[in-house]
């Protein structure tokens, strides 16, 4: 039995206890419905035509999403590997708390969470510092959240075949696509947010490789990912998309 799924049903096990005390729990994990998920940010997310371009020349996209997209990979890559060398009694505990800690202690939960997330975000800002980067407040924020949620995405949920450094590999290789396809659209403010989702998603659907190991929850977390990144990188103002993950 690999170690994850042994601490998994370890955890199942230990929350079973403490359910036992806690009968007015629900059973259902922290994460939201991705069907529901996927019909709301359909129908939410639309730029405007008063939207402001970052960039207008392709190369300087280009450039600078290679910049940045490195520099996420790298500290994505530094905190999955840094939950890796923990100890079984603290992955067995990040599980539970991930999986059960919202539904018993909310407030502890969001402590936790905000903890890790901010240590994340003191990551991102020293890196764009040592990289000479300009990267706005509310995107470095939304860096942050999409690192810590590919680091529960691979510890907690991920049961495929692929080693870390596959997984992050995957999300860059259609990352790298959808940049190359959103670089062609430059000059088009008035593109639909949402179709980039719903295409974005399908072709994640269509990766055998990534199917394999990653439920329907997952494969919407990335579609997120890839769709916010780009945002954040395409628009001046991009804060107004925020809503689009749905951080467990």
Not at 67 to 80: G, M
Request: proline share 1%.
């Amino acid at each position: 039995m690999q170690l994850k799924q042994f601490l998994f049903l370890n955890a199942l096990l230990y929350i079973s206890c403490v359910l036992t005390f806690k009968s007015d729990i629900p059973s259902t994990s922290t994460a939201t419905s991705a069907d529901t998920n996927e019909e709301r940010n359909s129908e939410e997310a639309t730029v405007s035509s008063s939207t402001k371009l970052f960039f207008t020349n392709k190369n300087d996209f280009i450039e600078t999403s290679e910049k940045l997209f490195a520099l996420e990979s790298t500290l994505t890559l530094t905190y999955i590997v840094k939950m890796t060398k923990a100890s079984d009694k603290k992955m067995n505990k990040f599980i539970v708390h991930i999986i059960f800690g919202k539904s018993i202690d909310k407030e502890d939960y969001d402590r936790e969470n905000a903890a890790l997330i901010k240590d994340i975000k003191t990551s991102v800002k020293h890196l764009l510092h040592v990289r000479n980067i300009s990267y706005d407040e509310h995107k470095i924020n939304s860096m942050a959240y999409r690192i810590f949620q590919r680091v529960i995405d691979f510890h907690v949920f991920y049961f495929g075949k692929l080693s870390i450094i596959g997984f992050t590999l995957k999300e860059k290789e259609h990352t790298i696509f959808w940049l190359e396809q959103i670089s062609n659209a430059l000059g088009n403010t008035h593109m639909k947010v949402s179709d980039y989702y719903i295409r974005i998603k399908e072709r994640l659907d269509n990766d055998s490789i990534i199917k394999d190991g990653c439920d329907v929850e997952r494969i919407h977390n990335m579609a997120l990912r890839i769709l916010q990144f780009l945002i954040d990188l395409l628009f001046v103002d991009s804060s107004a998309y925020k809503e689009l993950l749905q951080i467990p």
